[in-house]
T-cell receptor, first 115, second 112 residues
Framework: EAQVTQNPRYLITVTGKKLTVTCSQN?????MSWYRQDPGLGLRQIYY???????DKGDVPEGYKVSRKEKRNFPLILESPSPNQTSLYFC??????????????FGAGTRLSVL | ELKVEQNPLFLSMQEGKNYTIYCNYS?????LYWYRQDPGKSLESLFV?????AVKQEGRLMASLDTKARLSTLHITAAVHDLSATYFCAVDRKRGAQKLVFGQGTRLTINP
């Protein structure tokens, strides 16, 4: 089954404690992205990747890092989380070349609370 | 700076009626996306519109794109309760890269 898997689904942590949210897709997609969703601010792109070792900033990259060492994985790293990073995070993947070109598939989401 | 504005932000309608959600954007782009989100759930891609005049339809939903007017519409025909959700549009800032800016979302409620 085609899917995008995010882990963990829920996470409560404390300020400054490094964490990683993993994202993995099994569709051999080239493109992957991270978004955050906040009440009143909507959906905002954090980082995106067009292929292995090719990443770029979205609208709100501050405080986040990403890496794309393998095609299937695109982890989101918070080196020193702060309370303003409390949010709902989504990972998505797509391919520009399949018959459903550019259709994004989303993970189930990770709800992060930073205390 | 690219701005994407949807209207209305809230829409309550009766089953069986037709309605349209509008998505305006402020700078040139030839790629626009529509998504659906149910309460407490993730997003689901509905349509990708790739060029001026593009029209896509699935079931009771039809999306179109006018790049000259910088406007996309999502038309709902004979609404049914199952279409109640929040609908987002997003515009690609960097051609083909999926460097996306989202609209605020339209919360659609369809009453029996």
């Amino acid at each position: 089954e085609a899917q995008v898997t995010q882990n963990p689904r829920y996470l409560i942590t404390v300020t400054g404690k490094k964490l990683t949210v993993t994202c993995s897709q099994n569709m051999n997609h080239e493109y992957m992205s991270w978004y955050r969703q906040d009440p009143g601010l909507g959906l905002r792109q954090i980082y995106y990747s067009m292929n292995v070792e090719v990443t770029d900033k979205g609208d709100v990259p501050e405080g986040y890092k990403v890496s794309r060492k393998e095609k299937r994985n695109f982890p989101l790293i918070l080196e020193s989380p702060s309370p303003n990073q409390t949010s709902l995070y989504f990972c998505a993947s797509s391919s520009p070349t399949t018959d459903r070109a550019d259709i994004q598939y989303f993970g189930a989401g990770t709800r992060l609370s930073v205390l | 700076e690219l701005k994407v504005e949807q209207n209305p932000l809230f829409l309550s309608m009766q089953e069986g009626k037709n309605y349209t959600i509008y998505c305006n954007y402020s700078t040139t782009s030839d790629r626009l996306y529509w998504y659906r989100q149910d309460p407490g759930k993730s997003l689901e891609s509905l349509f990708v519109l790739l060029s001026n005049g593009a029209v896509k339809q699935e079931g009771r939903l039809m999306a179109s794109l006018d790049t000259k007017a910088r406007l996309s519409t999502l038309h709902i025909t004979a609404a049914v309760h199952d279409l109640s959700a929040t609908y987002f549009c997003a515009v690609d800032r960097k051609r083909g890269a999926q460097k996306l800016v989202f609209g605020q979302g339209t919360r659609l409620t369809i009453n029996p």
